[in-house]
């Protein structure tokens, strides 16, 4: 077996439009190509003593062991290592269920397809599936210490992947609310909902945050002070940067016991508490003063250690920190007790799992040595014995919800503290002996006020209730009622898409408000080009959802992207079918126009249930598609009487149609007029059926979305098939002797849709034909046929990049179709472009018009406005 190719899908896909996240493998059975599961010698017992836990998969047969029943009675090595990839996944800790596998037009190569969780481990997952799979077949097993290796492998890929806690909470709940998410490329930053809704966080972190608050907090004494200020319980205390000014300032806060910490700490770090002699409170000056150069002595408070987290003014969480600890048993001495508790799979290394690993430090040393302890004590049974003087779990501390606990009065003295302070997510460090009574009854303090407060105590406490934390942050960000998306067109269809796509954004550029949208010629936001190229695939759309400036999303959505990685957006509101024609057939394996129009419906699939599907009634691929899609449907057409518009109409639909010189709206039993076609120029005065025909798509996908006739009307009137607007689109240039016609058409539809027009010319036509090499020869030949069709003289050229044929056979396709249709037809070839257009130009007779399709548009019109500056320059002298 071999991998031919690997592929990641991260949205609505060809396999599937709920389950984003899939790996496309296409696999070479090679020499098992017509070997099923129950025909290799031991196989079958050999893939089920390794994987026993295959049992579990239910596949086609709906039962346990259906899988296994489906290998016994003979089935691919596709389907095994489907199977297989999923299951390695599953006892990695990733449980995924879904799979598919059929085979290609290619014998023996088939695609295999199946779930993952994180990218790198489904990639993973998939190699190994094949090397496990071809080991059993060729030794009739797999090696135990190769698949341990494998999920170890699997399970790292994971943790590498994981997102941290706190964020993971937030991106959980934004989920389960719907609310899309990414990860932008730097600082962890994750971006919630879409375009000019959106928000952002960083960790706890949002931007909501402001820069006042977070660096208040983070100076340590001066948010002491305010908090003093406003009566608020704190401890007592002062800054110190000399050694020297210790017995002063111990004096003036009234003595011991007392506190020595770094000015700018966190994370415990440097802390000393309860020092009760000179001797210490020096040892510790020292310790916090490697950390930072002034230090604060404060008042010890005795008591336990209490988080409370406020959310946009709220107490919605309380949570108990026990310092590192162990538990005596009678028989283990501290080291081992230390070593069992950090067994627990629970915890990690610093902040990455639920609780943190213990480690003897010198704080443990100096606390075990207070106690007359070392490593080796054995402790009494349920004798507690701390390893750590302060709480943080990041140092092995425990937690414990307490938010049930919390008294009222306390309540109102955080909320109060985290206004002062000015954050909207905070962490309130408070020392109290008591969390149910009054502090200022029971001697409690705020010790500190933390900005970007870490989640998993409240999320993942060790005792007591998990509170979802991330659910108040969320109402915050996006208060019930606040959409976090922004309004999504997006436009498929063989050919069109690029000038329904532009079309459709200068009608909603009507609206006044800022529109994004991807064509195949660059990404634009309002008037300007952001990067140009071919981007019509999910990373050009995930710019424009990204982007905070973006109140409407219009996205050409193509072919090839789909294919490649899926949508790059979960949902649109009006997904557009243009029209599915014959065009890159064999790629991707893709072979068929069902396969194809299969693929392109995925876009109308994506569509919400409130949303639209608008689909071309006179195409019967596109108008089948209302069968598959949630959405509602609009249908347009190029004829009122069309059976579909009329029975959809009657049942009270929606839809555009062509009807006595009028684009209109029908909606039930009314009709919208737009306008007249003869005033919309890309329809070269309603000469271009198939530009009619787009505009009517683009009306009524606005029209669904709500956008006013008015608006719309406005922009159809003014969008012009100029070289500005639509470049490479029907750019018809007069040079007074005679026309040129610019336009991209490259499949047999769009010569079709061209050739109506062209037949309409009353003077000689002149073809520029070719045809990108990487289509089929049938197609080339079909290119040729239709050029002889509908012209009277043609110039065959290539495109510059041949696209893997040697140069001149894609001409000698085209040839071929044009002898094919007609002997007599005139014909010249000339590979270079550039060569033919001039060629063309330069032999043109008057009233003829020369249609040029280019590979190069840019090009190709500077050529136009260099011949007509010659031909002006001919004429005045
Ligand atoms: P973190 O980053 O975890 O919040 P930190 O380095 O910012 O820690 P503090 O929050 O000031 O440090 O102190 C850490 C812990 O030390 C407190 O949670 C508390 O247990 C203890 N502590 C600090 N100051 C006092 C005090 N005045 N009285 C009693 N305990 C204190
Ligand atoms: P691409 O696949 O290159 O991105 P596209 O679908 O974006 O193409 P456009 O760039 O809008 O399509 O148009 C390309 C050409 O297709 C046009 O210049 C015209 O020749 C032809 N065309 C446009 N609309 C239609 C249509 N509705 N039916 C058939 N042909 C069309
Ligand atoms: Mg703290
Ligand atoms: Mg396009």
Redesign the pocket.
Known sequence: MKILKLQTLRGPNYWSIRRHKLIVMRLDLEEVANTPSNQIPGFVDGLVRVLPSLYNHFCSLGHEGGFLTRLREGTYLGHVVEHVALELQELAGMPVGFGRTRETSTPGVYQVVYEYQVEEAGRYAGRAAVRLCQSIIDTGTYPQRELDQDLADLRELKAKASLGPSTEAIVREAEARNIPWFELSSRSIIQLGYGARSHRMQATLSDRSGILAVELAGDKEGAKRLLQDAGIPVPKGTVVRYMEDLPEAIEDIGGYPIVIKPLNGNHGRGITIDINSLEEAEEAFEIASSVSKSVIVERYHAGRDFRVLVVNGKVVAVAERVPAHVIGDGRSTIEELIEKTNQDPQRGDGHDNILTRIEVNHDTWTLLEKQGYTLNTVLQPGEICYLRATANLSTGGIAVDRTDEIHPENVWICQRAARIIGLDIAGIDVVSPDISQPLPKVGGVIVEVNAAPGFRMHTNPSQGIARNVAEPVLNMLFPPGTPCRIPIFAIT?????????RLLAHICKQTGQTVGYT??DGIYIGDYLVEKGDT?GPQSAQLILQDPTVEIAVL?T?RGGILRSGLGFDHCDVGVV??V?ADHLGLGDIDTVEQLADLKAVVVESAWPNGYAVLNADDPLVAGMARQVKAQVAYFSMNPHNPIIRQHIQQGGLAAVYENGYLSILKGDWTLRIEQAENVPITLGGRAG??I??ALAASLAAFAQGISIEHIRAALTTFRTSVEQ?P???NLFDLGQFSVLV????NP??Y???GEFVQKWPGQRIGVVGGPGDRRDQDLEQLGELSAKIFDWIIIKEDDDTRGRPRGDAAYWIERGVHHHSVQRQYDIIHDEVAAIQFALDRAPQGSLVVIFPAEVSRTIQLIHQHHQRLKGETSN
């Open positions: 269809g063989t050919n069109g898409k690029t000038t329904t796509t064509t195949t019509t050409e193509a243009l029209n024609q198939f530009m025909a787009n639509t490479g689109r029907m336009d991209y058409a490259h539809a769009g079709e849709a061209i």
